[in-house]
């Protein structure tokens, strides 16, 4: 599958920004789909995951209510909805996919996905 981040932007302190990862193929329903991110000098770290029915979500402690990720399998796009934006989301972020994900633990590690966009510039100014 490929991935298509889009949606980012340059944004103040308390806005919102909702990011698209539109997917190719016809099997979008059979992936999970994962948010990260990554600023400068800093490691790629885990945003949020939704299970491919979207019934299960989780986040990255960080979010404390503040984004919520969605899917619509009819036009193979995942989504970030990202409100009270903070200057220290500022990164750029990516989608991921995986087929192969069994429910378990482990949704929050980089290496439990298999595709990766290319990521989508988010710029939260003070």
């Excluded at 298509?4 to 329903?29: K, P």
């Excluded at 491919?52 to 979010?63: A, E, N, P, Q």
């Excluded at 619509?72 to 972020?93: G, H, I, Q, W």
């Excluded at 929050?108 to 510039?121: H, I």
Aim: hydrophobic share 35%; charged share 20%.
């Amino acid at each position: 599958v490929q991935l298509q981040a889009s949606g980012g932007g340059l944004v103040q302190a308390g806005g919102f920004l909702r990011l698209s990862c539109a997917a190719s193929g016809r099997t979008f329903r059979t992936y999970v789909m994962g948010w990260f991110r990554q600023a400068p000098g800093n490691e790629r770290e885990f945003v949020a995951h939704i299970s491919r029915s979207g019934d299960k979500t989780y986040y990255g402690d960080f979010v404390k209510g503040r984004f919520t990720i969605s899917r619509d399998n009819a036009k193979n796009t995942a989504y970030l909805l990202m409100s009270a934006l903070k200057p220290e989301d500022t990164a750029v972020y990516y989608c991921a996919a995986t087929a192969t994900f069994d429910g378990g633990v482990y949704y929050y590690r980089l290496d439990s996905y298999d595709y990766w966009g290319q990521g989508t510039q988010v710029t939260v100014s003070s």
